[in-house]
């Protein structure tokens, strides 16, 4: 019943909620408002759609070379391909170094403050009854 | 003459795949720039008191991207973009040629 109530209320107060983060060294409790896991899975997304993008890209350039009577220009495809591609990894490298640093904030933060509990649950109950006591 | 028709026919293969790179050009820079703006949002919403590792990183990502830099995704974007303007203006000017019925005429 009481995690009924909390997730309802976690819904209702804030709806795109994933993550929350409540600072005990504050004397009032601050809560800080994490979309940011949501923000994650979109740029998952985005690098899958640049990852195509290029490959597609890269295809199409690839075939574009077939079509040139001109060596100079059939070498210069070589360059323009590996520039593509070598950003891509770089992109991706990065992006997967990022993901992995902000999983294991959130679950830092998240054992940081195990005393409020860890599930959402306990999190929204426990802000819920203070922001009621407080008035 | 036949060797004429032959690269007319190729040169105009080559400007249909033209046509059909700048959708693709058009669909990459989107994607890019929605990761720019997904990436500026992590950014803003990833407090953490202890995060620095996270900006770090995130500047990491940035650079790569290449926004008004000349390394990165972006840079090389625009210079196959440059390469395939220069390759359409080769392949134009070659089917202008060989309409006059002299494709190798330079």
Known sequence: ?135 | MASNDSFTMEAEKAASQLQSINGTFRELVNSVNNMVQDLTDLQTNFYSPAGKDSTLIYEECAKNIGVGQDKGLYPAIKGAHQWCSAVDQYVQDKIHKASNGNPYDD
């Open chain 1, 1 to 135: 019943m009481a995690n009924s109530y909390s997730n309802k209320w976690l819904s209702a107060t804030c709806p795109n909620a994933n993550t929350f983060y409540v600072n005990k060294n504050y004397s009032k409790y601050f809560i800080f408002y994490f979309p940011a896991k949501k923000n994650v899975v979109e740029l998952n997304d985005d690098m899958k759609k640049i990852k195509s993008n290029v490959a597609k890209l890269v295809a199409d350039i690839e075939a574009l070379k077939g079509s040139i009577d001109s060596e100079n220009y059939r070498k210069q495809t070589e360059s323009i391909i590996s520039a593509l591609n070598n950003s891509v990894s770089a992109i991706e490298a990065n992006m997967n170094s990022l993901f992995n640093s902000c999983v294991k904030r959130l679950e830092a933060n998240a054992e940081s403050d195990a005393w409020f509990g860890d599930t959402a649950a306990n999190y929204a109950r426990y802000i819920s009854e203070s922001i009621l006591n407080r008035k």
